[in-house]
């Protein structure tokens, strides 16, 4: 085997030079693959943690050049959810049988600390784990809601090439988005951050600083998804995401933190037909359902060819079942927090 995964295999840890070299060669691509599965086996073993998704408002303030939500995109048709409708999602996912509830949405300052506040304390009621992704907020705010019970938190910081961050989120602020993570676990959140993979001028050394950030921070979770250019955003004419380099990055992640949450992302599905099981061998163990119900699914379009538009949350959840279950997988049922089977 190359000499730089065996290192890794053994030692989950490489330098910089190393991690582009196992990005630059493609020829390497299935012995990735191969090592981050036999890593992630051994770490976590056969489970899949499933969280059921909840896509509760696409109202934001924020104008993120790739994203399909950014203020500025006037094609699309804004909605938010009541605070009874998304405890009514979040009782019935739990219902389904998932341990955690992820509720996520664009910064919508409807949504207050109080009545987040609320939200919180009425889903953790249901006894399971919680995962929030409201994006930026004060440590306050981060402060009253991990009071309130939740649990997690995801924030990917998109990128750590500082030039390209501000290039893509305008009117964002690089350093603060790095003090949201740090705040996060500070106040004891588990910390899920991530990266897009294929912003147009992203190159491969930016991608190794991506990841050895990751492990800097050791963070708790990480969410790797290809960019995909969305119509209504300035970004529609760009390149977008490649699926096995997005794939490549996932891996490499999982030999540097054996122990931690991948998911497999439902924009990989959205590039490759089996996207999310191919990821699932690739290193990744966890999958995030979507239980948002009716044409709430469609509006929450944050790229183009999402999956699953028209289906029900219940099928989701029997499709997924299947597909883990054809790769001789099974569905966890502990609440699956970093470590756990
Ligand atoms: N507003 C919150 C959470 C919702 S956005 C936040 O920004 O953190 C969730 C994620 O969607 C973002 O972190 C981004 O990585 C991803 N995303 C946005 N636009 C995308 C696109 N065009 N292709 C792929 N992923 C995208
Ligand atoms: Fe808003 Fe998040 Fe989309 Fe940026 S990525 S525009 S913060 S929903």
């Known amino acids: 085997m ?4 065996e290192k890794a295999k053994n030692t989950h840890d490489l330098n910089k030079d190393e991690i582009i070299r196992l990005l630059k060669d493609d ?10 599965d036999y890593v ?52 019935k996912a739990v219902a ?7 509720i996520q949405g664009g910064e919508d300052d409807y949504f207050t600390k109080d009545r987040m506040v609320s939200i919180i304390k009425r889903i953790k009621s249901f006894d399971v784990a919680l995962t929030l992704s409201l994006g930026e907020k004060t440590f306050e705010e981060y402060k009253a809601f991990k009071e309130a ?28 988005r790095l003090d949201c993570i740090k705040n996060l676990g500070i106040l004891n959140y588990e910390v899920g951050t991530g990266i897009l993979v294929g912003l147009p001028n992203q190159t491969l050394e930016s991608i190794a600083d991506d990841i050895l950030y990751f492990k800097k921070i ?58 999310r099981t191919k990821a699932l061998q690739c290193g990744a163990n966890v999958v ?26 219940l099928k989701c959840r029997g499709c997924i079942t299947s597909k883990i279950t054809r790769i001789n997988r099974v569905v966890s049922d502990t609440k699956g927090f970093r470590g756990q089977r």
Do not use: Q, W
């Open 149 to 176: 019970g939740a649990d997690r938190y995801l924030i990917r910081i998109e990128t750590t090439d500082k030039k390209l961050y501000n290039d893509m989120d305008p009117e964002m602020s690089f350093e603060n």
């Open 2 to 5: 190359n000499y730089i995964l």
């Open 27 to 36: 020829s390497i691509s299935e012995s990735l693959f191969e090592t981050a």
């Open 218 to 275: 050791n963070a708790d979770m990480i969410g790797i998804g290809p960019f995909i250019p969305n119509e209504d955003t300035p970004l529609k004419d760009a390149h977008g995401g490649n699926f096995t380099l997005s794939l490549k990055v996932m891996a490499i992640t999982r030999l540097l933190l054996p122990d931690i949450n991948i998911p497999a992302t439902t924009a990989m599905e959205s590039l490759s037909p089996n996207g």
């Open 288 to 313: 995030m359902p979507n239980v948002t119900e009716g044409e709430y699914r469609r509006l929450y379009a944050l790229y183009p060819g999402k999956i699953c538009v028209d289906d029900t949350p």
């Open 96 to 102: 389904y049988g998932y341990k955690t509830i992820v």
């Open 40 to 91: 992630r086996e051994k770490t976590l073993g056969n489970s899949v943690h499933l969280r059921g998704l909840i896509e509760f408002t696409n109202i934001c303030k924020r104008n993120c050049m790739y994203c399909g939500l950014r203020r500025d995109n006037e094609n699309l048709k804004r909605y938010r959810l009541s605070e009874d409708e998304i405890v009514e999602l979040a009782k």
